[in-house]
C-alpha cells in the first residue's frame, strides 16, 4: 500500500481538472492512501528565489502555508500533479507551490514515481507538449518512475469533462498504481 498525493492545480473548485483528479483518487484509493491537495485551499506566493531554505532550520521556506504541503510529500510515495492548460503550461497557482520544492528539503521525499493528469480546452495535437518535456525532464533528474498520464482535450467549461472516456482512463490508472 502505498502513500498517494494528488496535487490539484485548479482554483476552480468541481472543475474539470479537479473532477478528473477525484475520479483518477476513486481508483487509487482501492488499494492505497491518498490526498488531495487542491491549490484553492492554499496561499502559496512565487518563488522568490532568496535561497533561505537552504540556510533556514529543516530546509523549510519562509512561506508558511508550504509548511503543511511538505508534510504531506514528505510522507508521499507518489506525486500526481492534475492541472488545467493555460497557454501550454501549468496553473501559475500549481507552479508556485512547485517552484517551492526547490528546497533541500525535497531530498528528504520518499516519492519514486510520478503521474500526470492535465485537462485543455484548445483541440491542438501539440497542446500538452511543453509540459510533458518539462514532466519528462523531472523524471530524469530525479531518478522517477513514470506512472501515467491522463491528457484530455476539448473541455472548457464546467463539468464538459462528465461522461468522457478519461474519466475511466483516469480511474483505471488510479487503480493500477501501487
Same mark, same amino acid.
Given at each position: 500500500?502505498?502513500?498517494? *498525493?494528488? &496535487?490539484? %492545480? ?8 479537479? &473532477? ?18 487542491? *491549490? ?8 522568490? %528565489? ?19 504541503? !511538505?508534510? $504531506? &510529500? ?10 488545467? *492548460? ?8 500549481? $507552479? ?16 519514486? $514515481? ?20 518539462? !514532466? ?7 531518478? &522517477?518512475?513514470?506512472? %501515467? $498520464? ?8 464546467? %463539468? ?10 483516469? !480511474? ?7
Amino acid at each position: 500500500m502505498s502513500n498517494i *498525493v494528488i &496535487l490539484v %492545480g485548479s482554483m476552480r473548485r468541481g472543475g474539470n481538472t479537479d &473532477l478528473l483528479a477525484r475520479r483518477f483518487a476513486e481508483g487509487v484509493e482501492q488499494h492505497n492512501n491518498v490526498e488531495i491537495i487542491s *491549490v484553492a485551499d492554499y496561499r502559496i506566493a512565487p518563488c522568490i %528565489g532568496c535561497n533561505t531554505c537552504f540556510t533556514r532550520e529543516g530546509n523549510a521556506c519562509f512561506n508558511h502555508d508550504m509548511d503543511a504541503i !511538505y508534510e $504531506k &510529500l514528505r510522507h508521499a510515495d507518489v506525486l500526481v500533479i492534475a492541472s488545467p *492548460v493555460y497557454f501550454y503550461g501549468i496553473s501559475a497557482e500549481l $507552479k508556485a507551490i512547485i517552484d517551492r520544492l526547490h528546497t533541500p528539503m525535497r531530498n528528504t521525499f520518499a516519492i519514486r $514515481k510520478l503521474a500526470l493528469l492535465l485537462v485543455g480546452a484548445a483541440e491542438l495535437p501539440n497542446l500538452f507538449d511543453p509540459i510533458l518535456m518539462q !514532466y519528462q525532464m523531472i523524471l530524469d533528474f530525479f531518478h &522517477l518512475m513514470d506512472a %501515467g $498520464k491522463v491528457l484530455v482535450r476539448c473541455v472548457k467549461d464546467k %463539468g464538459d469533462i462528465i461522461g468522457r472516456p478519461e474519466m475511466d482512463e483516469a !480511474y483505471q490508472l488510479g487503480f493500477t498504481i501501487e
